[in-house]
């Protein structure tokens, strides 16, 4: 599959028009702040862009990132501008058209921005062991619908597991199906290069995730995909696409469910573009200086993050009550209170 790929972005693709679906866009509505972010890029980087959003956590200053398909490096020159000149961004991608797209722009983002801080590197996503990156050096890594193109998506897991530092978090958006692809589908090379006959199944994704160590995948956003090409609808048939963002934290401790603890957290408002609500994911939009009962998932997410000076915390995981209310996880035995007598014992 990656001559596929190779041919689909480096020679069948000359911009962002051509593409049949918006499948590989990004869910998310640019925010008013990131804007200016772009305006400071190339127009070759951003006409050479197979996307129209951008992956894109908060509090990023200083951090290290890792781009998985960076293709002609857009996300990767606006996220230079949010982690600064104490930070740096790493763009991987295996396409040499796209790589030659971000690579003749480097100077001009250098004089741009007034410091250089990005690097680029030809390579796989799920050959990242054959690059000479360290384990554990990067605090976020980030794709934006690419892990959908991958062949061996389970290696691309297992790299990021090994590439994060402890608290680390992998943000990105991707294409999920409600269903398994055949592989006729699979096979199909427009479908795949239009990130839809990649998709995995959506509970196979989660599965994937907690086999690489990180036991609670978050949902951030999503959407449903509508495709409006003819031809590759009437292939598809019934299966239904969605485009979402997750953001998967490499926190050791982190169960495989939700529990309760009785344990809270007080957000201070004190993250610049979020100074009235937290949005860790979908299910929990925390409000400014309002104590927020969380399950101890989340509280290690937070406290064990780079989010932590921004919270206060209540308690700890010395008791436990508990699966945590509203977490789709109930006891599966029959509550009713019924009398023993003379019925035989099932153990």
Same mark, same amino acid.
């Given at each position: 599959m990656h001559d596929v790929v190779q041919n689909y972005y480096g020679k069948e693709l000359q911009g962002t028009d051509d593409l049949k679906t918006s499948a590989c866009c990004d869910i998310s509505n640019m925010p008013?702040? %990131?804007? *200016?972010?772009?305006a400071n890029i190339h127009d070759e980087v951003l006409s050479r862009y197979y996307g129209c959003g951008l992956v894109?956590?908060?509090?990023?200053?200083?951090?290290?990132?890792?781009?998985?398909?960076s293709g002609s490096g857009r996300d990767v020159y606006a996220l230079a501008q949010l982690v600064g000149e104490s930070g740096h961004v790493v763009g991987v991608d295996m396409t040499d058209e796209q790589l030659a797209v971000a690579k003749a722009h480097q100077a001009y983002h250098i004089e741009k921005f007034g410091y250089d801080n990005v690097t680029f590197l030809h390579g796989y996503i799920e050959k990242l062991d054959e690059l000479d990156l360290a384990d554990g050096s990067f605090?976020?890594?980030?794709?934006?619908?690419?892990?959908? %193109?991958? *062949?061996?998506?389970?290696?691309?897991?297992a790299s990021v597991q090994r590439l994060l530092k402890p608290g680390g978090e992998f943000y990105f958006s991707d294409v999920y199906a409600d269903r398994r692809i055949p592989q006729h589908l699979i096979d199909d090379p427009v479908l795949y290069g239009e990130c839809l006959s990649g998709a995995l199944?959506?509970?196979?994704f989660i599965r994937l995730s907690r086999g690489a160590g990180f036991l609670d995948p978050r949902l951030v956003e999503d959407r449903p995909l509508e495709?409006?090409?003819p031809v590759l609808a009437a292939k598809i048939g019934d299966i239904r696409f969605f485009s979402a963002t997750y953001?998967?934290?490499?926190?050791?401790t982190l169960e495989d469910a939700c529990e309760d603890h009785g344990q809270a957290v007080i957000y201070k408002g004190s993250i610049e573009q979020s100074p009235h609500r937290f949005d860790l994911d979908k299910h929990h939009a925390i409000e400014a200086g309002r104590v927020f009962p969380v399950c101890g998932n989340t509280f290690r997410m937070l406290q064990e993050s780079r989010f932590a000076p921004h919270f206060e915390f209540i308690g700890d995981d010395s008791r436990h009550y508990g699966i945590f209310a509203g977490c789709g996880e109930l006891m599966p035995f029959d509550q009713t209170m019924t009398s023993l007598s003379g019925v035989g014992g099932c153990c």
């Amino acid at each position: 599959m990656h001559d596929v790929v190779q041919n689909y972005y480096g020679k069948e693709l000359q911009g962002t028009d051509d593409l049949k679906t918006s499948a590989c866009c990004d869910i998310s509505n640019m925010p008013e702040w %990131l804007k *200016p972010l772009l305006a400071n890029i190339h127009d070759e980087v951003l006409s050479r862009y197979y996307g129209c959003g951008l992956v894109c956590p908060a509090l990023l200053e200083g951090c290290r990132i890792l781009d998985l398909g960076s293709g002609s490096g857009r996300d990767v020159y606006a996220l230079a501008q949010l982690v600064g000149e104490s930070g740096h961004v790493v763009g991987v991608d295996m396409t040499d058209e796209q790589l030659a797209v971000a690579k003749a722009h480097q100077a001009y983002h250098i004089e741009k921005f007034g410091y250089d801080n990005v690097t680029f590197l030809h390579g796989y996503i799920e050959k990242l062991d054959e690059l000479d990156l360290a384990d554990g050096s990067f605090d976020i890594i980030v794709s934006n619908c690419v892990i959908n %193109l991958s *062949p061996d998506k389970a290696a691309v897991m297992a790299s990021v597991q090994r590439l994060l530092k402890p608290g680390g978090e992998f943000y990105f958006s991707d294409v999920y199906a409600d269903r398994r692809i055949p592989q006729h589908l699979i096979d199909d090379p427009v479908l795949y290069g239009e990130c839809l006959s990649g998709a995995l199944y959506w509970k196979d994704f989660i599965r994937l995730s907690r086999g690489a160590g990180f036991l609670d995948p978050r949902l951030v956003e999503d959407r449903p995909l509508e495709i409006t090409d003819p031809v590759l609808a009437a292939k598809i048939g019934d299966i239904r696409f969605f485009s979402a963002t997750y953001r998967l934290f490499k926190i050791a401790t982190l169960e495989d469910a939700c529990e309760d603890h009785g344990q809270a957290v007080i957000y201070k408002g004190s993250i610049e573009q979020s100074p009235h609500r937290f949005d860790l994911d979908k299910h929990h939009a925390i409000e400014a200086g309002r104590v927020f009962p969380v399950c101890g998932n989340t509280f290690r997410m937070l406290q064990e993050s780079r989010f932590a000076p921004h919270f206060e915390f209540i308690g700890d995981d010395s008791r436990h009550y508990g699966i945590f209310a509203g977490c789709g996880e109930l006891m599966p035995f029959d509550q009713t209170m019924t009398s023993l007598s003379g019925v035989g014992g099932c153990c």
